[in-house]
Structure formats: structure tokens, C-alpha cells
Nanobody, 126 residues
Framework: QVHIGESGGGLVQPGGSLRLSCAAS????????IAWFRQTPGKEREGVSC????????VYADSVKGRFTISRDNAKNMVYLQMNNLKPEDTAVYYC???????????????????WGQGTRVAVSS
């Protein structure tokens, strides 16, 4: 049975940092593609970053390049999103999503992801 869940959200001042964690386990095949999406009220869910099964492919949204870093520890079934220099516009609910199968590539196609966590809230405010 697949389990996927996020942790690490919270309230932080502009310029601060947070690290989100995604725990993903129970997949038939190891090391699924993982992505982080975020959503604010009234807006569509947008891709933030994704990482392929062996981390050979990593993609960032333009809005977070140079500030966010995605990584994975396959031995622990964990994916992390280190967020630095946070801005008020980063405020959102962040979701971890996983594809059912491993792949050497990743992207932000919403319908490519089969499993979604419940989300963790990030608020950036002074």
C-alpha cells in the first residue's frame, strides 16, 4: 500500500529557510519520480520542482531557481525540498506527488502523478 506524506511547513519571515520532507513508501517498483507542487487559494496548482528516480533529472520552476533545492535519499524513501531566501509569494500549501513507476525523467504534468500527499502549509510573512 502506497503511503505519501509531507512535513516541515510553517511560518517563516522573508529571507528565511524551511526544509520540506516527503515520505513515500509502498511502491511496487522502487524510487518513483517525485515532484513538489504548490497551490494558493484561487490559483491552479503549480509545479515547483521534480526529481527523477536516480536524480539524473531535476527540474525547477523559474520562480524558485537558485533558491530551492530538491534532493532524495532512496535508502530512506525520502525526498526533500530545501527552500532558502523565501519570499511572501512562496506562501502556499505544498504538495508532494509521486508517479507509480520509476523514470529517468520528470516534469510538471499534473496528470502524470498518481499519488498525492495531503499538503503542508508554508507561510512567509513578517
Amino acid at each position: 500500500q502506497v503511503h505519501i506524506g509531507e512535513s516541515g511547513g510553517g511560518l517563516v519571515q522573508p529571507g528565511g529557510s524551511l526544509r520540506l520532507s516527503c515520505a513515500a513508501s509502498g511502491f511496487t517498483l522502487d524510487y518513483p519520480v517525485i515532484a513538489w507542487f504548490r497551490q494558493t487559494p484561487g490559483k491552479e496548482r503549480e509545479g515547483v520542482s521534480c526529481i527523477s528516480s536516480s536524480a539524473s533529472s531535476i527540474v525547477y520552476a523559474d520562480s524558485v531557481k537558485g533558491r530551492f533545492t530538491i534532493s532524495r535519499d532512496n535508502a530512506k524513501n525520502m525526498v526533500y525540498l530545501q527552500m532558502n531566501n523565501l519570499k511572501p509569494e512562496d506562501t502556499a500549501v505544498y504538495y508532494c506527488a509521486a508517479q507509480a513507476y520509476p523514470s529517468a525523467w520528470c516534469g510538471f504534468g499534473f496528470y502524470e502523478y498518481d499519488y498525492w500527499g495531503q499538503g503542508t502549509r508554508v507561510a512567509v510573512s513578517s
